[in-house]
């Protein structure tokens, strides 16, 4: 297992300079000179040569890159051009939201997928069938961003005055605020990676509010997560149905499952023991690539309930042309999907001790 | 089963039909494959005739119009001296059902050109990938492999950054991300046939690279292309739909159902009508090219159909 482990871990190397590759690609390619496009109209041809001087953009390619990938190893990830301050803040500011709000949204898919899936394969063609596989072809074919405007006019509207009322938009109502953990565990004079880290746990509201003991704003912070977590989840709650569906009704028709039934197994233990265990490899594998999916669907789905996280940052951060910030945010999120799909592949050799000795 | 009877009858006369006939056959039998194509027709008839059912311009304000009016439908009460708005006016005085109409032409042309350029420069990689093989074919499926690393949307939103934004640059991306999957699909294609025997055969008759490519190898490729490729404009639409939505992508004033979402997505409390209908219009497309993909998939690839539908 250890083995496997440190293979998969040495596999990753090339991925993650190709990711480095490919962003610090993406900036070099933005059409014409850089500084003009970095500065803007304040670019004089002295400003130019100082600011190409500051970023080295006067060495060769290659040498640049290196410097690049240096900078990247040490956690420098360049300033902010809008907001002149390390893009490493901006990232312990703003992903904790991010991947609060993935995290809900992968819990409610595939707890319900899952179910839905399992329903839909025992009750074949029932109307709880019918009802899933239609709503799983619909919820493929939704626009995320559609469904949480939708979501937010119902709860928000529709609903308002009942209890079903759910607040659409903020991370938290008006007035709470979080008190940063860092002088709340007292430790002010944090640098490097430390510093960043208790930022991270302590911009997560939930994480923060546990610590803090607020359970006010715990249950302020979960509520205003439900919709967004609902319009995230559901593309991959559709997914994760049919395939779930599929798969167990493949794997309900062959022998084994026969034999099972047929030596007398209540049929609660065929499914749990004998059928659901060989359904799980394809369902991780989907919960892994929806990974994607729901990654983006943050993205655009924090921009719709006005969340405070990469998406938002990302999307003002591109429409005011700050480089280094798109830069940064893209490399976390990516290295985020590798990771997510990093623990998929691992959680197969768990799950199939076949793929271990491979 | 019902089937089991006309797939007998199917057996015998098997030889008059070629087997383009016979997949023609199994899709029009396919459920969902008939709802696919139906939904289709209906949208490439009305991007036909945008300009016959779209009663108001879609770019040009109208007059004497409430700003995001709610819609009025005669039939459903609204007195008949107020002209008819069956999805209202939208937030610069237009007609939100033309403007969906004409959308419908921009949300298909975005579809299959995006996927087109993937198809063709994918297609183009995997085939070099496969025939050549070694360093060439490694380093072509490693880079592959890194686009594969982002999750495609956020790719393409940074892709977007760096041509800047508008619709060309946004297909563009949304085009170069979709590559790498059809890379796959041909290189895998090519390296499984290349060595058969009747490749093999054509090969000793004197056929050069090209005719072996184009002709017997390439053939092999295309049920998976034509599937997942209907699958991909799904997604296509989807993501360009996002990047306009982001204002990443289409311009105003142009009907991009993303981009009209977008606008009015803060009158959504107000003016519900005015995200309702395009979101809807998004989801019917991309419901129609779902279901289609599907139903190729299972007409096709009898292998890759999914037991219980």
């Known amino acids: ?358 | 089963m019902a089937t089991d009877v006309p797939v007998l009858i199917a057996e015998t006369t098997y030889q008059r039909r070629t087997p383009a006939v016979e997949a023609l056959r199994r899709l029009s039998r396919h459920r969902s494959a008939q709802v696919g194509m139906v939904l289709l027709l209906i949208l490439v008839l009305t991007a036909i005739f945008a300009s016959v059912i779209a009663p108001y311009d879609p770019i040009k304000p109208l007059r004497d119009v409430k700003r995001r009016a709610a819609p009025c439908i005669h039939l459903l009460g609204c007195p008949q001296d107020q002209p008819q708005h069956i999805f209202g006016i939208d937030g610069n005085s237009r007609d939100l059902f033309s403007r969906i109409i004409f959308g419908s032409r921009l949300s298909l042309q975005i579809g299959f050109t995006t996927i087109t350029f993937a198809i063709i420069i994918g297609g183009f990689l995997g085939a070099i990938a496969g025939f050549q093989g070694g360093w060439l074919d490694n380093t072509i499926m490693r880079v592959m492999d890194v686009l594969l690393a982002f999750p495609s949307l956020l790719l393409a939103i940074a892709i977007v950054t760096a041509l800047g934004t508008g619709l060309i640059n946004a297909l563009l991306a949304i085009g170069i991300v979709s590559i790498p999957v059809y890379a796959r699909i041909v290189r895998a294609s090519v390296i499984s046939t290349r060595e058969l025997e009747f490749v093999q055969a054509s090969r000793a008759l004197g056929a050069s690279p090209m005719y072996l490519l184009f002709r017997r190898i390439l053939p092999n490729a295309l049920t998976p292309l034509i599937v997942r490729g209907t699958l991909g404009i799904a997604t296509a639409i989807l993501d360009a739909a996002a990047l306009s939505f982001l204002g990443l992508g289409a311009e105003p004033p142009r009907p991009e159902w993303g981009l009209m979402l977008g606008e009015e997505r803060n009158s959504v409390f107000n003016a519900p009508h005015l995200v309702f209908f395009p979101g809807v219009a998004i989801m019917f497309t991309v419901l129609s090219f779902n279901l289609l993909g599907d139903g190729l998939r299972d007409a096709l690839d009898p292998r890759l159909a999914q037991p219980g539908k």
């Open chain 1, 1 to 358: 297992m250890l083995q496997f482990v440190v293979r998969r871990l040495i596999l990753l190397i090339p991925v993650a300079i190709g990711i480095l590759f490919v962003t610090f690609a993406i900036v070099r390619l933005i059409p014409g000179d850089p500084c003009v496009a970095m500065l803007g109209e304040r670019a004089t041809p002295q400003a130019c040569n100082a600011f190409k001087e500051r970023y080295g953009l006067n060495d060769n390619i290659a040498v640049q890159f290196g410097r690049y990938l240096m900078n990247m190893t040490q956690g420098d990830f360049g300033t902010s051009i809008r907001f002149g301050r390390p893009v490493v803040d901006l990232i312990s500011e703003r992903l904790p939201m991010t991947i609060e709000l993935t995290l809900f949204a992968m819990l409610f898919s595939t707890t319900a997928g899952i179910s839905m899936g399992l329903i839909s394969a025992l009750r074949r063609n029932s109307a709880a069938d019918v009802v899933t596989m239609i709503w799983a072809n619909i919820g493929v074919s939704m626009p995320v961003f559609w469904l949480g405007l939708m979501l937010a006019y119902i709860f928000a509207l529709v609903l308002k005055g009942t209890p079903f009322f759910i607040p659409p938009s903020g991370r938290l109502t008006a007035g709470l605020s979080i008190t940063p953990l860092a002088k709340v565990w007292g430790l002010n004079n944090l640098t490097g990676f430390g510093q960043f880290f208790v930022a991270l746990l302590s911009n997560s509201t939930l994480i923060n509010s546990v610590v803090t003991g607020n359970w006010l704003m715990f249950r302020d912070a979960l509520w205003h997560l439900i919709l967004p977590a609902v319009a995230v989840g559901t593309i991959p709650l559709a997914v994760i149905a049919r395939m779930t569906r599929s798969r167990l009704l493949e794997i309900l028709g062959q022998d084994y499952i026969r034999t099972a039934r047929a030596k007398g197994l209540v049929e609660r233990l065929v499914i749990a023991r004998h059928a659901m265990r060989n359904a799980w490899i394809p369902i991780v594998t989907i919960i892994g690539l929806e990974t994607g999916s729901l990654l983006s669907g943050a993205v655009l789905t924090e921009t719709v309930f006005a969340l405070p996280g990469v998406g938002t940052a990302l999307v003002s951060a591109i429409l005011g042309r700050d480089y280094p910030v798109v830069q940064g945010f893209t490399i976390v999120i990516a290295f985020i999907f590798v990771f997510v799909n990093l623990i998929v592949d691992l959680s197969y050799a768990y799950l199939d001790p076949r793929i271990r000795l491979d």
